[in-house]
C-alpha cells in the first residue's frame, strides 16, 4: 500500500513538473522583459506593453493551471493513461523486485539461523566426542594402572613363594646333612664306644646292648639347632 502511494506520488511530480517549469520560465522572461524598457519610448508605451505582456502571460499559462475545462479533461487523460500504463508494466515489475529482495533477505536470514545451529549443534557433538575421549582415557589409565599394581603383587608373591620354596629345599638339605652326619659320628664312635663299655664292665657287650646304647647315643644328640 505504501509503495502504491509513493508511485502514484512520483506519477504526479512527473505530470507536474514540465508545467511547472515551463510556467517557472514565463515568469523568468516575462520578469527580464520588464526590467529592460526600450530607450526612446515614451511613459504609455510602457503601459501598452506591460498590458500586452500580461495578455501574452496569461495566453502562455500551462495547460495545467489553466481554467480551460478541455485541457483539464486532457491533463486527466493523460494522468490516468499514464498510471495505468504504470500500474500494468512498471508497478508489477518494481513491486515483483521489492518482493524478490525481500525474499531473498528472508532466505539469507534462514539460511544464516539454519548455519549458526548447524555451527552449534557441531559444536555441541565435538565437545560430546572431547568429554567421552577424555573418559576413555581416563578409563585406559585407570585399567593399566590397575593391570600394573596385580602385574607387581603377582611377582611379589610369586617371588616370596619361590624364596620359601628355596629355604624349606634348604632346610630339608640341611637336615639331611645332619642325619647323614650323625650316622656317620654314630658308626664311627660305635666302635669306641664298645671298647669303654667292655672296660668299664668288664665283660662282652653283645649286639642289642651295642644297639641299645648307639641309641641312646644319638637320643642324647639334639635333633635341630
Not at 16 to 21: F, G
Not at 71 to 100: C, D, H, M, Y
Not at 160 to 175: M, N, P, S, T, V
Not at 178 to 203: F, H, P, Y
Request: one cysteine or more; glycine letters at 4%.
Amino acid at each position: 500500500m505504501t509503495t502504491s502511494l509513493l508511485s502514484m506520488l512520483l506519477v504526479g511530480c512527473f505530470v507536474l513538473s514540465p508545467a511547472k517549469a515551463t510556467y517557472a520560465a514565463a515568469d523568468e522572461q516575462a520578469a527580464a522583459e520588464h526590467e529592460q524598457p526600450v530607450a526612446g519610448e515614451n511613459h504609455d508605451d510602457k503601459a501598452d506593453a506591460h498590458i500586452e505582456h500580461d495578455a501574452h502571460a496569461d495566453h502562455e499559462l500551462p495547460p495545467i493551471l489553466s481554467a480551460n475545462p478541455g485541457s483539464a479533461v486532457v491533463n486527466l487523460t493523460i494522468f490516468l493513461l499514464t498510471f495505468a500504463l504504470l500500474a500494468k508494466f512498471v508497478w508489477p515489475v518494481i513491486l515483483g523486485g521489492l518482493q524478490a529482495r525481500e525474499e531473498k533477505i528472508a532466505s539469507d536470514l534462514r539460511q544464516a539461523e539454519q548455519s549458526r545451529e548447524e555451527a552449534l549443534k557441531s559444536q555441541s557433538e565435538y565437545e560430546a566426542k572431547l568429554s567421552e575421549a577424555a573418559t576413555e582415557a581416563q578409563a585406559v589409565l585407570a585399567d593399566a594402572r590397575r593391570d600394573a599394581e596385580t602385574s607387581a603383587a603377582k611377582i611379589v608373591d610369586e617371588a616370596k613363594a619361590d624364596a620359601k620354596r628355596q629355604g624349606d629345599r634348604a632346610l630339608a638339605d640341611i637336615e639331611t646333612a645332619k642325619k647323614v652326619a650323625l650316622a656317620e659320628i654314630a658308626d664311627q664312635t660305635s666302635g669306641i664306644a664298645i671298647s669303654v663299655a667292655k672296660q668299664v664292665v668288664g665283660r662282652e657287650i653283645k649286639a642289642d646292648d651295642h644297639a641299645d646304647l648307639i641309641s641312646k647315643a644319638l637320643k642324647q644328640v639334639p635333633g635341630d639347632s
